[in-house]
């Protein structure tokens, strides 16, 4: 344990910094692409229960693990254990996780700053084809991207080396809110499109006959992937909280705003693919091949789509912080390197790894593996596997291990609850996650 160990400035900046991690591009992006893919509102149901009933337990149980231990994902389970056990696997995952995921990340977020700089040229006023034309060229340039990409990596390892403090409560109070803010405006826009009513019928009109074991899966690992679980991320930020912070008014708090985010950006998205006759199954180029195309039809498009991008960057760029965070903080506890050096070698080891999900859209598009491209490997992998996988893990220490003690820390006086907490944490969380995995991999 480590009594130095920094703590948040006030509850509202962890629960902005907790939120900066959540919100990013799992929800304007990720969210709306799978969706498409999955056909609707089937998927989107399934996640709504992943969320709640396995997302936010596990919320609980891994702000508790951090809050408790104060200290870095891997050690959290030792020191909670009073010993070194197999208990500490989920901590050694989500390291891995950690690194996969912020490969692609970065190079999402990469995208993301090149649809800005487009924002800045006015490539989209105006003119709702040229999103499609700039996406395409992204698409098939592997030196653009490779640039994006590095600049989007330094400023994660930039920001990760200014300490947590400094780095990230000052931005997360004006940012967040204001896009939250510009995503309600569209909302407002997309009201008045005629496409609206069948983005509201294809997202909340369950047609159970598109759910296959796959999308199944991809809902648990989105819900997972979205809400930063499964690898030590919120772990890592629960040890900076304070041992008072009520834990359940922050986590419901948390998966609210994430899910209320990802379907506001949803709404948006397929309204415009309805309005503009789009496809809803086009994959990972979907936010930027619909949101140009509204800007573009809108008065002040121009800055709109500017203040978007910008503010989408950011709240990709927080998540970015807390991903690397993770294995900054274990790297830190352990070595006795630089916490500089230490940041910047793990930034340039994935900046390299990415260079792979780079070239997935070019030149290395034909090398698959289990028929995937080394992007949709990395994703899947993650999200789909060692995501929920730690996750499961997790559950099982919190509800077996912890147990009762921690259920009523957690929960005070209300015995429903504590129960409730325990026995999802115990056995229909990670009965749920296992199910759904051996579905699909071995099936029934
Ligand atoms: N939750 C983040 C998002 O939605 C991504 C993330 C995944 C962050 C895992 C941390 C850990 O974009």
């Not at 074991?213 to 909280?241: K, N, P, R």
Request: aromatic share 14%; proline share 3%.
């Amino acid at each position: 344990m480590n009594p130095q160990r920094a703590q948040w400035g006030s509850r509202l900046a962890f629960i902005l910094a907790a939120a900066g991690s959540a919100i990013g591009l799992g929800n304007l992006w990720k969210f709306p692409y799978v969706t498409g893919i999955n056909g609707g509102g089937a998927f989107v149901l399934v996640y709504l229960i992943c969320i709640l009933f396995v997302g936010v337990p596990v919320l609980l149980a891994e702000l508790y693990i951090g809050q408790q231990s104060q200290t870095n994902t891997v050690n959290a389970f030792e020191v909670m254990h009073k010993k070194r056990t197999l208990w500490q696997l989920p901590g050694w995952m989500g390291i891995i996780s950690a690194f996969l995921i912020l490969s692609f990340y970065s190079v999402v977020g990469g995208w993301i700053l090149d649809f800005t700089y487009h924002s800045v040229l006015g490539t989209f006023s105006g003119a709702p084809e040229n999103a499609k034309t700039a996406l395409n060229s992204l698409f098939q340039d592997p030196l653009r991207q490779t640039l994006w990409h590095f600049l989007f990596m330094f400023s994660a390892c930039a920001i990760v080396i200014g300490g947590i403090k400094e780095g990230l409560e000052k931005w997360n109070k004006i940012l967040m809110p204001t896009l939250l803010i510009l995503l309600l405006a569209l909302l407002v826009k997309s009201f008045f499109l005629n496409g609206f009513s069948q983005a509201i019928d294809f997202l909340f009109e369950p047609n159970f006959s598109m759910l296959t074991s796959e999308s199944i899966l991809e809902a648990v690992g989105h819900s997972f992937f979205t809400l930063s679980l499964g690898m030590g991320a919120i772990i890592t930020y629960g040890s900076y909280l304070s041992k008072k912070e009520d834990l359940v008014k922050v986590s419901f708090a948390l998966a609210l705003l994430d899910t209320l985010i990802a379907l506001v950006a949803g709404l948006v998205i397929f309204s415009i693919v309805f309005s503009f006759d789009l496809e809803p199954a086009s994959g990972p180029g979907l936010i930027f091949a619909t949101l140009p195309t509204l800007f573009s039809q809108m008065p002040g498009g121009y800055f709109l789509s500017l203040a978007f991008f910008i503010l989408v960057g950011f709240a990709a760029l927080t998540s970015a912080v807390s991903i690397l965070e993770v294995q900054i903080s274990y790297l830190t506890d352990k070595h006795k390197i630089s916490r500089k050096k230490l940041t910047a070698i793990t930034a340039a080891i994935t900046f390299l790894t990415g260079l792979l999900s780079v070239f997935s859209t070019n030149i290395m598009s034909d090398i698959k593996i289990f028929d995937l491209t080394f992007f949709d490997l990395f994703d899947k992998l993650t999200s789909n596997y060692l995501l929920p996988i730690g996750g499961l893990i997790i559950s099982l220490f919190f509800g077996w291990v912890l147990g009762p003690k921690a259920t009523k820390h957690i929960c005070g006086k209300s015995r429903l609850a504590h129960l409730g907490l325990l026995w999802i944490t115990r056995i229909i969380a990670p009965f749920a996650i296992l199910l759904v995995i051996y579905n699909l991999t071995i099936g029934f």
